[in-house]
């Protein structure tokens, strides 16, 4: 009984998700540009499904949050490098709903909305380097970095040792998974034949 509920939540959920997908991108795009919607939600739907499923291959968690993945966010990076800043934040932030229904950690709801929507919408800053995609993961990835750091400044002070500074703790605790978690998508971003399915992708797209 609790495998049928489980399955049909996981259904609801994709469906409001790929909702959310289709509705915000025919919303922000001109009529001329309508005909490219179905191949867009389409990508953005797998890129999303691809993330979410690497994000359950972790090399290494934190106990306040926070886990080392095998390149769980480079499907969302290139996504925001083939279509842009604009549409790649509106992935990252709806992947960034469904990393909190999968794993909510909840302060406040402010921090919710910093930690899941904000910071995982900010690695759509990766379209902003139209010309390379290591350069977009470091924006994008130091993007994310900045709203966990605000949002452990402000909901997670009481976790910093006595007497260091909020802001240093937050930084370092962060750092100390998405710094190893940006490099190794880097590196990934560097491997030729990596690269060059990343190439056939764009010219198919």
Known sequence: MNFFNGLNLKIIVWSILALLVAVSIILNKSPKEKKFDTK??????????????????????????????????????????????????????????????????????????????LAFGALGLAGLSKKSLPIGMVLGGFGRLFFHVISGVIFFASYAPEGQNVFVYSFIYNLTYLMPDLILCVVIAFIPQFKKAVKTLEARI
Do not use: M, N
């Not at 797998?46 to 926070?66: H, M, N, T």
């Not at 709806?94 to 709801?109: A, D, R, S």
């Open 40 to 117: 867009k939600l389409t990508t953005a739907s797998l890129c999303i499904a691809l993330s979410f499923v690497l994000s359950y291959i972790r090399i290494f968690k934190l106990p306040q949050g926070g886990s080392i993945t095998l390149g769980s966010l480079i499907p969302i990076f290139i996504f925001a490098y083939i279509y842009g800043a604009k549409d790649g934040i509106l992935v990252g932030a709806v992947y960034g709903v469904l990393q909190f229904i999968q794993e909510p950690y909840i302060v406040h709801w402010a921090q919710v909305l910093i930690d899941y929507p």
